[in-house]
């Protein structure tokens, strides 16, 4: 087994741009190919950001046990993480990164156990993860509503991670990160 690093935080609170700075940075980390039912948003790519199954595929492929661990993160729309892409991302040597929400997190790290590091990325506050969703531009406004609903519920989980980084300034955020990261896989180069 190797190891994994996860990633979860409520919508908006800046854990995909974290997560990108560290790929750009360290050839060592690879990032977990989810699958969703949900529809590509922008300029997403399948097998890229996702892979994008339509729901029936996806209930499919969880009939056929092939998720490590899948949740409706919002009514109607799944995610989940594939065993192939664990299994992939391994047999490169390569320590898997997940993207995940809050629940995913904690279960994956219940999974993965001192293998896996987890990191809640927490917005500096309520208020500006609603700026940032709105800034995004990417989500319709009772979207956003949403996503701020469930914001309020997943704060509370945020001691049940590895570590906490508060993102207010993006490149201090990122260090942290990467400062964790050391520690746990051993000095990045
Ligand atoms: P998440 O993956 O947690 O949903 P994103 O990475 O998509 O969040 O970030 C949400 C929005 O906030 C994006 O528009 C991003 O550019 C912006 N953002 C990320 N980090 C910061 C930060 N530290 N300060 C201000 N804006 C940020
Ligand atoms: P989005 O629709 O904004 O891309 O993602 C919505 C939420 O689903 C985010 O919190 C994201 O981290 C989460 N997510 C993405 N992939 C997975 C997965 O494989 N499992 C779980 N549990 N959540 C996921």
Request: net charge negative.
């Amino acid at each position: 087994m190797g190891k994994v690093v996860i990633f979860s935080a409520p919508s908006g609170s800046g854990k995909t741009t974290i997560v990108r700075a560290l790929l750009e940075r360290f050839p060592q980390f690879e990032f977990s190919v989810s699958a969703t039912s949900r529809a590509p948003r922008g300029c997403e790519r399948d097998g890229v950001d996702y892979h994008f199954f339509t729901h029936a595929d996806f209930m499919q492929a969880v009939s056929e046990n092939r998720f490590v661990e899948w949740e409706e993160v919002y009514k109607g729309t799944c995610y989940g993480t594939l065993r192939s892409e664990v299994e992939r991302i391994w047999a490169k040597g390569h320590v898997i990164v997940f993207d995940v929400d809050v629940i995913g997190g904690i279960n994956l790290k219940r999974i993965f156990g001192s293998d896996a590091c987890s990191i809640f990325v927490m917005p500096p506050s309520v208020e500006e993860l609603r700026h940032r969703l709105e800034g995004r531009g990417t989500d319709a406004p009772e979207v956003i509503d949403r996503r701020v609903a469930k914001a309020e519920f997943e704060l509370t989980k945020a001691p049940e991670f590895d570590h906490v980084v508060v993102n207010d300034d993006l490149d201090e955020a990122v260090e942290q990160t990467v400062r964790i990261l050391d520690t746990f896989t051993g000095p990045l180069r």
